[in-house]
């Protein structure tokens, strides 16, 4: 049984305001907020402050951005506060053992997987890009490792067939949040024992780049699917077409019983465009299996749907999407081939 009075929170993204709502409508609002400090972004490069710290400036909490949670100073004003625990979601640098021991009650971390699967920087993404049928969200007891702690409780989720990684965050972190508030309670009453991971069943979600979103056609259409809705909205799934950028905002895959080849389809290669289809943009991926592109971008233009892109470029049967530029290749069918 414990009795933390004093709660500090380290969160930074929209992910973790959950927490903090749910905090706030349980009467244990934090009395300290450590978030990040603000960051340049946009096309102006301004700086922008992370969605905790305008939380925490809002309600005139007080609030710490430092650079790194390893800096003397930081960890000496930390003790100076003498908190009793540290609730942890989402705040996007690895703690010293030396921070850990600081909370008289430890530092509780909320993450966003069903550990010990998909520890790491990107469990929402990398559950829907793996083709996951079910995640969730589990607290656990902090340690040195990532994200290996004991395990207090968790929250089991199915994934929609359509959601994306945007719409998968925000109902994990209302959920998340609810599960804060319950792990808290259930600490207090001494009704919650941790218990240890199981490392042997550990997957791991790295930090996602910018180059994760580029797709590659030879890749199953379900596995590509997978990925565009696994990195909405950040970093998005892209490809080439006729030399340009074209990012991909929403597609899906087309079973074999939707759609009958076309004669000249069988002689084309991952990456071709087949035709359309019901505004879709049909392309060929590995294994001759299909993805209808629906919604599709332009660098610096606004979403529309595949079909007007095909209206307003009017792709030829053959043409390559992907990287690499698109000639007529061995096998060909006459007329066949990239338009320049």
């Keep these: 049984m414990i009795t933390p009075r004093r709660i500090c929170f380290f969160g930074t993204p929209e992910f973790a305001l959950g927490a903090l709502e749910a905090l706030e409508s349980a009467g244990r609002s934090p009395d300290l907020v450590i978030s990040q400090p603000a960051r340049r972004s946009g096309r102006g490069r301004g700086r922008r402050e992370p969605p905790v710290a305008r939380w925490a400036r809002d309600r005139g909490i007080e609030l710490v951005q430092p650079p790194s949670v390893r800096r003397s100073e930081f960890l000496e004003r930390l003790r ?23 909370p008289a009650h430890g530092c509780l971390n909320l993450h966003a997987s069903l550990l010990p699967a998909y520890r790491g920087a990107s469990p929402i993404a990398a559950a829907i ?12 007891v902090m340690d040195p490792g990532m994200d290996s702690g004991p395990l207090l409780l968790e ?24 599960l804060v508030v319950e792990t808290l ?32 056609w030879s890749r199953p259409a379900t596995a590509l699917a997978a990925q565009i809705r696994a990195f909405d ?35 084309l290669g991952p990456g071709s465009f087949l035709g359309s289809a019901d505004g879709a943009l049909l392309v060929r991926c590995g294994g001759g299996s299909r993805l209808a592109l629906l919604a599709v971008q332009r660098p610096g233009r606004r979403v529309v749907a595949a079909g ?33």
């Design 129 to 140: 890009a793996a083709g996951e049928r079910e995640t969730g969200v589990t607290t656990m």
């Design 233 to 267: 909205p950040w970093p998005g799934a892209r490809t080439k077409f006729r030399g340009e950028t074209l990012a991909v905002i929403k597609a899906r895959w087309v079973a074999d019983s939707e759609l009958a080849d076309e004669p000249a389809s069988a002689f």
């Design 308 to 340: 007007d892109l095909a209206n307003s470029e009017r792709p030829l049967p053959g043409e390559r999407f992907g990287d690499l530029e698109c000639p007529l290749i061995a096998g060909d069918p006459p007329g066949v081939g990239a338009r320049r």
């Design 155 to 178: 929250r089991r989720v199915a994934i929609g067939d359509d959601e994306t990684a945007g719409e998968l965050g925000a109902r994990l972190s209302r959920i998340g949040g609810d």
């Design 80 to 102: 100076e506060w003498q908190p009793d625990m540290a609730i942890v979601v989402a705040f996007g640098q690895i703690f010293p053992k030396t921070l850990l021991e600081i």
């Design 185 to 216: 309670a259930g600490l207090e009453a001494g009704v919650i024992e941790p218990r240890p991971q199981d490392h042997s069943r550990a997957s791991f979600a790295p930090r996602l780049t910018k180059d994760d979103g580029r797709l590659d």
